[in-house]
């Protein structure tokens, strides 16, 4: 019964580096989602995945950032040639049809 | 677009006392409403829904919220406040069918 999972917890990088941040969701659940919170916001939709296929990718802010989920289970969120604005609270959560989505802890992506 | 405000970034109460977190919504449609909660490092933990039926929902940590048509809202309630339930709370609505939009947050301070 373990919850959705998330890695790293923090993740420290300079500006114009790449990094991946993974997320593993509940057994099962077929749908996963990314959202992106910023420091004193709510957390904002990023991506939708119904398997393994991205169903709607129209909160992703640029082409520098990518998702992907090749086995319909684990996620990654790709960023490329990060940016100081990039620095936020990294959100995954999953679900299994119903409305209700379960989130994991976050990756703290810090830009420097 | 489906919109959440939280008009209150902060709410003081004296642990014993009820307290309320307000949501109010604007949606086209019939509106599905969460509540969320979020500790320190921690990823937001489900407390309860509104879908249909019932205006008044009962969640999780003796939490409640009571669904209003004609004032648009849909504020978070409990009886008896805890220390513990110092937290920062989320209201969202689901845009279409999965997107979450989430209100600013309002965080909430019980005083021993």
């Known amino acids: 019964g373990a919850g959705v999972s998330q890695t790293p917890s923090n993740k420290v990088t300079e500006k114009g580096k790449y990094v991946e941040l993974r997320c593993d969701p509940i057994?099962?659940?077929?749908?996963l989602y990314w959202y992106r919170q910023s420091l004193g916001q709510g957390p904002e939709f990023l991506i939708y995945f119904q398997g393994t296929g991205a169903a709607d990718d129209s909160g992703l802010p640029n082409d520098r950032f990518f998702a992907v989920r090749p086995e319909g289970s684990v996620s990654t969120l790709k960023i490329q040639r990060t940016e100081r604005g990039d620095s936020a609270v990294y959100l995954c959560?999953?679900?299994?049809?119903?409305?209700?989505?379960?989130f994991g802890p976050g990756t703290r992506l810090l830009v420097l | 677009a489906q919109s959440v405000a939280q008009p209150e970034d902060q709410v003081n109460v004296a642990e014993g006392n009820p307290l309320t977190v307000k949501c109010t919504y604007s949606v086209s449609g019939n509106p599905y409403l969460f509540w969320y909660v979020q500790y320190p490092n921690r990823g937001l933990q489900f407390l309860l829904k509104?879908?249909?039926?019932?205006?008044l929902v009962k969640g999780s940590y003796g939490f409640e919220a009571e669904f209003n048509k004609s004032q648009t809202s849909f504020h978070l309630k409990k009886p008896s406040a805890l220390v513990s339930d110092s937290a920062l709370y989320f209201c969202a609505v689901i845009e279409g069918t999965y997107k979450y939009i989430f209100g600013t947050g309002t965080r909430l301070k019980v005083l021993a």
């Open positions: 959560a999953s679900s299994s049809g119903t409305e209700t989505q379960y």
């Open positions: 057994s099962g659940h077929t749908a």
């Open positions: 509104y879908i249909t039926g019932d205006n």
